[in-house]
């Protein structure tokens, strides 16, 4: 894949301004738990899928969205990993580490298990 600056470019603005817009959001409302929820705002998600159907194809960004949905899976699982090891090993350091390996794993097997299914309703 060739690096285009323009590509960059365009995806830094519509990233940067979702992640600035969530933090400004975040700034305003008084239950910082939930306003935690808008920390996981797809922002990069939209502009990766929106670049790759612009640029790409649809079944580019609609590979792109469901890596974002298997990601989005793992972060669930690594959340609860997460505060499960910061209450149980009350190291943060070592449970940030294990949980971000979890994230990676569940990930993971969650991409696997729904390209499988994609491709067993293809058949």
Known sequence: MKLDVQDLGIRFIFG????AACYILLQH????SFAGIFAAFPALMAAA???AGHFGTSEQAAD????ASAGMLGCTVCVFTAIFCMEHLNKWGLSMAIALSVWFFSSYAAIMLMQGIIEKRKR
Request: proline content about 7%; cysteine-free.
């Open 16 to 19: 940067g301004t979702a992640v």
């Open 64 to 67: 792109i969205a469901l890596g």
């Open 49 to 51: 899928v929106i670049m």
């Open 29 to 32: 409302l008084p239950s910082k």
